[in-house]
């Protein structure tokens, strides 16, 4: 069963604004990670954060973990039409190889 | 080089042809791995290579056979594939696959298929 969650599916805001994205999952994780794709492309890696941590940042993302509600936050603050892309959460579940599960994605749009 | 380079970028096929999609990466990757995207859907696992040894199988159809020649090299070959098999097909890779650490995930640009 799939293992991220995202919402919300779509998400469209003035260029300047924050967008905030969730993702929720259903088992014990290693790790969970964020990633972006453009228009059915290759996807980027944004940014990875471990079980035992709570709040990460990278630029102009902030990723937050809550492990006892199985769910994580991206913020994406003053955004840019150029942060328009489909964003994914992806987790592993333990003992799971390397198998990255995505979930169902935001679609954020970003106008200028 | 933090590049996972795919060919061909498109590809069109019959049902009754035999074709192959490329990969590869020269950042040392131990761990490369093929997923298959439909549209607005994520992407779904198909097969990872750990050590050049093929460690896990999601069950994908036997149409899909892939080959990891070296380190560096990652292929899926393609054969009588279904029109339903239409998708985007990502390569990515890591430095290592292992049942306790789950690394970032490089990956390439895509391979568009189409099967007519």
């Known amino acids: 069963s799939q293992q991220g969650e995202e919402d919300p599916q779509a998400l469209s805001i003035q260029e300047g604004e924050n967008a905030t994205m969730n993702c929720s999952y259903k088992t014990s994780i290693n790790n969970l990670q964020w990633y972006r794709q453009n228009s059915g492309r290759g996807l980027v890696h944004l940014i990875l954060?471990?079980?035992?941590?709570r709040e990460k940042h990278s630029g102009r993302l902030r990723v937050t973990l809550d492990t006892s509600k199985k769910s994580s936050s991206l913020l994406i603050t003053a955004s840019r039409a150029a942060d328009t892309a489909s964003y994914f959460c992806?987790?592993?579940?333990?003992?799971?190889?390397?198998?990255?599960?995505f979930g169902k994605g935001t679609k954020l749009s970003v106008k200028p | 080089d933090t590049e996972v380079t795919q060919t061909p970028k498109h590809l069109v096929m019959g049902m009754t042809n035999k074709k192959s999609l490329k990969c590869e990466q020269h950042m040392g990757h131990r761990a490369m791995y093929w997923y298959k995207q439909k549209a607005k859907k994520p992407p779904e696992l198909m097969f990872v290579y750990s050590y050049e040894k093929l460690s896990i199988n999601e069950s994908v159809p036997s149409r899909f056979s892939p080959e990891c020649p070296n380190s560096s090299l990652l292929n899926l070959h393609l054969h009588a594939l279904q029109p339903e098999d239409s998708a985007l097909y990502l390569c990515a890779s890591s430095r290592i696959a292992s049942g306790s650490i789950t690394d970032t995930q490089y990956f390439g640009p895509g391979t568009r298929l189409t099967v007519l």
């Open positions: 954060i471990r079980s035992n941590e």
């Open positions: 992806a987790t592993d579940a333990r003992g799971s190889q390397g198998n990255l599960i």
